[in-house]
């Protein structure tokens, strides 16, 4: 049965059991918020979504109050706007005055509420946070001068990621956030996920940059500067310049990868392919010779520092697959420099993730050949949209270009591997074919598609009924990761995601995602799935040909020294 409440004069209805702010959300009223995360136990911390509701004394938090038959509420009240611009005017009190230089500069939510509730001078003064950056970490900045103590770093990753590397410390006037016994971020359980700067409502998270190295590069004669970018790139780079979320913007984009100076533009979704023929090769190696199961996939970096740190007995179940990315970067400085007759020492190899995880990986002693890194630099999708700013490239005015071959044709398999679950589906696709040598009838498999953070299918094989799982959200892992360790046997094949959504969500994509913007994203790769006409991996005709010339085969001497790792337990604080 519908609540009716009045809102503004206005008569609306709400359900049983929403709170104040989900009634106002559901009719597209705003009322702002910055201790808020959707999904989240409201902690009603920050007070800015406050309101006034008849009979009440004082004004009550919108996000934790539930909502009454009859209820009378302002959301704008002159009382309640008056609330609101001194807890921004306290804000300020303290915060560095620094806008111009800062990274969220245009993307600030403390600033756009300073806009909002008309805050044109200083009445309150304060003392400056003088608090040191954390530059330890090789993916993530902090800069505890910026945190308003919101709490959104801290609730993600304690109650999203399971990671809990940050928390608040001390107590009233005294109390900031900080990883353990205030050491550095690289000595502290981070996974390098990077939610916590996709929250963060002010300057005081964000990657560690990589673009005045690769600009050096670029004005380097002496280097070959390629770049790969991650099978999301392409959709949701279009909202860092107006386009529509979800449009797929790739061939623009090769252009102007080209126009910045890049030698050779390569799409990792060739590498996912590459990935699927050596990960469906390796589930059904194990599957057929009793190997270790339930396989777990290692193409999420977040994912695997986790598993090093706290799933320790669930290593051999990982995937020795390295990722797409290091795949990528591994071929570009064999194979390809091979061909092209270039020294691999002279390649500086750049990737565009939606991932700050990735900037970890690509330094792990683990991804070098003879010294040589496999990947060289990481950009995320922002950093890639602050790059081609930088070169002055009107992305409204540049016409599409393919990327380069051989390196860049891919199946619509590799493409998916953006959304979660994306991974499981092409594997299941190439594994079908390797064990029955028949392709699927149907290659959609709807069971493991969608946001959910988690999802499960059993699919049959040749009379061989194999049961996978598609977790995203770290906490979600751990959950299934103990059902497995207390003896669930049917489950053959697992995809992990620390990031919820999988890489569309990933911590380097648009600060402001939302979950229409995730739909859009995730709706666009699975229409270039439906359209494409290569939909698996093992029919990509330059995986055949890398094979055939250079790999050997799947799983063999040559493709297992250049496209495997190993992964060991981790020590943390």
């Keep these: 049965m519908n609540l009716n409440i009045e809102v503004n004069n206005n008569v609306l209805t709400a359900m049983p059991g929403d709170t104040i702010l989900d009634a106002l959300n559901r009719h597209g009223m705003n009322v702002p918020t910055l201790c808020h995360l959707k999904g989240l136990m409201p902690s009603g911390a920050c007070r800015m979504c406050v309101v006034e509701v008849e009979g009440r004394k004082n004004l009550v938090t919108s996000c934790s109050e539930p909502v009454m038959d009859g209820m009378k509420i302002q959301t ?34 403390l600033q756009k509420l300073a806009e909002d509730l008309n805050v044109r001078e200083r009445r309150i003064s304060g003392n400056k946070n003088n608090y040191k950056l954390d ?20 609730r993600v990753c304690e109650e999203i990621e399971g990671v809990s590397a940050i928390e608040f410390v001390g107590r009233g006037s005294k109390t900031f956030i900080d990883t353990s016994f205030n050491h550095g971020l ?24 990589h673009i005045d ?33 979800g449009q797929n913007i790739g061939g623009i984009m090769n252009a102007a990868l080209r126009r910045i100076g890049f030698n050779f ?46 799933q320790h007995d669930i290593l051999p179940n990982l995937s020795s697959c390295k990722s797409p990315q290091q795949m990528m970067g591994a071929i570009i ?75 860049g044709t891919r199946s619509s398999a590799g493409k998916i591997f953006g959304v979660s679950g994306g991974v499981m589906e092409a594997a299941i696709r190439s594994a079908h074919y390797f064990i029955t040598g028949k392709e699927l009838i149907k290659f959609q ?25 598609v977790v995203s959200g770290l906490k979600n892992a751990e959950i299934l990761m103990e059902e497995v360790r207390n003896g669930r046997k049917d489950i053959h094949f697992i995809e992990v995601m620390a990031c919820p959504g ?53 799983l063999g001497h040559k493709s297992h020294h250049l496209l495997h790792t190993n992964y060991q337990e981790r020590d943390v604080n």
């Design 186 to 209: 690289n000595v502290s359980t981070c996974v390098n996920c990077g939610q916590c700067i996709m929250v963060c409502p002010t300057g005081a998270l964000k990657e560690k940059p």
């Design 502 to 554: 999988g890489c569309i969500n990933g911590g380097g994509q648009p600060i402001g995602t939302n979950e229409e913007s995730l739909r859009a994203r995730m709706k666009s790769l699975y229409e270039i799935d439906e359209h494409d006409a290569i939909k698996v991996s093992h029919k990509n005709p330059y995986i055949i040909e890398l094979y055939d010339k250079f790999l050997g085969k799947p």
């Design 265 to 310: 533009v390569f799409d990792t979704s060739f590498s996912a392919d590459l990935t699927i023929m050596e990960e469906a090769s390796e589930l059904v190696h194990r599957i057929t010779t009793g190997g270790t199961l339930p396989m777990i996939t290692s193409c999420c970096p977040g994912w695997v520092k986790y598993a090093e740190e706290f």
């Design 333 to 407: 400085k064999s194979y390809f420099a091979e061909a092209e007759g270039i020294n691999p020492a002279d390649i500086y190899s750049v990737s565009v993730m939606p991932c700050t995880a990735k900037k970890f990986e690509q330094q792990r002693e683990e991804m070098t050949q003879n010294g040589i890194s496999d990947v060289d630099a990481v950009l995320t999708t922002r950093e890639l949209a602050r790059l081609i700013r930088l070169f002055g490239i009107d992305m409204d005015k540049i016409s599409p270009e393919l990327a380069d071959s051989p390196l």
């Design 213 to 245: 190295e690769i600009k050096t590069k670029l004005a380097d004669p002496t280097k070959t500067v390629v770049i790969q970018y991650a099978p999301s790139i392409t959709i949701s780079l279009a909202e860092e310049f107006g386009f529509k979320p």
């Design 76 to 109: 704008h009240s002159a009382r309640v706007i008056e609330s609101r611009k001194t807890i921004v005017e306290l804000l300020l009190s303290n915060h560095p005055d620094d806008c111009l230089y800062c990274e969220r500069n245009g993307s600030c939510e």
């Design 135 to 154: 530059v330890s970490s090789a993916s993530i900045v902090r800069d505890p001068a910026k945190c308003i103590l919101c709490g959104r770093c801290v």
């Design 445 to 469: 498999v709807n069971a493991v598609r969608g946001l959910a953070g988690r999802k499960e299918a059993k699919v049959m094989i040749n009379g061989l009924e194999i049961g996978v799982a």
